[in-house]
Nanobody, 117 residues
Framework: QVQVAESGGGLVQPGGSLRLSCAVS????????MSWYRQAPGKERELVAN????????NYADSVKGRFTISRVNAENTVYLRMNSLKPEDTAVYYC??????????WGKGTLVTVSS
């Protein structure tokens, strides 16, 4: 059974930092490209960042470039999202997604990030 579990969300003040984690089990983690998405209240889910399988190439939404960093540790079956200089508009539920080259997709249930003073 595949499990994708996000953690690390919470309440943070503007300008603060958080690190989200996504632990995956039940798949060969290194075969899967990993992504973070987010969904703010009343808005559609949007891609935040991607990281490829073994070469670790990354890309980011324009809104988070220079502030967020995605990384993965294949030996730990975990992907991270380091978020710095957080803004109120970063408030959302953050979701982790695993996707294989053959189209298999698995989602986590999300973790809430609230940026507020």
């Amino acid at each position: 059974q595949v499990q994708v579990a996000e953690s690390g969300g919470g309440l943070v003040q503007p300008g603060g930092s958080l690190r989200l984690s996504c632990a995956v089990s039940g798949i060969t983690f290194s075969w899967y490209a990993m992504s973070w998405y987010r969904q703010a209240p009343g808005k559609e889910r949007e891609l935040v960042a991607n990281i490829t399988t073994t070469d670790g190439n990354t890309n980011y939404a324009d809104s988070v470039k220079g502030r967020f960093t995605i990384s993965r540790v294949n030996a730990e079956n975990t992907v991270y999202l380091r978020m710095n200089s957080l803004k109120p508009e970063d408030t959302a539920v953050y979701y982790c997604r695993a996707r294989s080259a053959y189209g298999a997709v698995f989602w986590g249930k999300g973790t809430l990030v609230t940026v507020s003073s």
